[in-house]
């Protein structure tokens, strides 16, 4: 019955690795996002994707790669990973249809060492 | 200019107690919603309340409401008879429907602690 969900929820790795998160979707939006909570616990939005279509990308460095492969899933894979990459990323959706909030994910917490 | 203040880092209130967490914002986009979401020490972002900024009266959704004052251009999340589970980080938020992409901008959060 999960909404929106992240895989792994839990990452460590080492400096200048590669790795992915997964997020899935089941109610059925149109609109999916990933945002970053810092360690001082402000978030912030890296991308949205509508339609399988990226529409928005808030000058990530092109490290960050979103790939939408249904409206249903936005994963995100994050070459040579660095030091100020680790934080807490999250998953969101929401219809544009309709009003209302944005759904999130539990979060996957990426710890780089 | 931020476009979502949390002027209150920290707030305490006792069990049973009402609350009230500000929020203030700042767009020209006539068309927006204002959101609050709770993040308790678990880590999950929990969706409470919207508002959207034509909406004639204020929104509520069971103990939280919103306090919207459109010509002060503040959001204040209302939660009453607090209860230990309130005890959380809470966020406010806005999307401005107009070139917005529907991002959410957050403020920085007001940590709220609940005591007997």
């Known amino acids: 019955d999960t909404a929106v969900s992240q895989t792994p929820k839990y990452l460590v790795t080492q400096m200048g690795n590669d790795k992915s998160i997964k997020c899935e979707q089941n109610?059925?939006?149109?609109?999916m996002y990933w945002y970053k909570q810092d360690s001082k616990k402000f978030l912030k939005i890296m991308f949205s994707?509508?339609?399988?279509?990226?529409?928005i990308n808030e000058t990530v460095p092109n490290r960050f790669s979103p790939k939408s492969p249904d409206k249903a899933h936005l994963n995100l894979h994050i070459n040579s990973l660095e030091l100020g990459d680790s934080a807490v990323y999250f998953c969101?959706?929401?219809?544009?249809?309709?009003?209302?909030?944005?759904?999130f994910g539990p979060g996957t917490r990426l710890t780089v060492l | 200019a931020q476009k979502i203040t949390q002027t209150q880092p920290g707030m305490f209130v006792q069990e049973k107690e009402a609350v009230t967490l500000d929020c203030t914002y700042d767009?020209?986009?006539?068309?927006?919603?204002l959101f609050w979401y709770k993040q308790p020490s678990s880590g999950e972002m929990i969706f409470l309340i919207y508002?959207?900024?034509?909406?004639?009266q204020n929104a509520t959704e069971g103990r939280y409401s919103l306090n919207f004052q459109k010509a002060r251009k503040s959001a204040n999340l209302v939660i009453s008879a607090s209860q230990l589970g309130d005890s959380a980080m809470y966020f406010c938020?806005?999307?401005?429907?107009?070139?917005?992409?529907?991002?959410?901008?957050f403020g920085t959060g007001t940590q709220l602690k609940v005591e007997l």
């Open positions: 938020a806005m999307r401005e429907l107009t070139g917005g992409g529907n991002k959410l901008t």
């Open positions: 767009t020209s986009d006539p068309s927006y919603g």
């Open positions: 109610l059925g939006h149109d609109t």
């Open positions: 508002q959207g900024s034509y909406d004639q």
């Open positions: 969101a959706s929401s219809s544009t249809a309709a009003g209302g909030g944005q759904f």
């Open positions: 994707y509508n339609n399988k279509e990226l529409i």
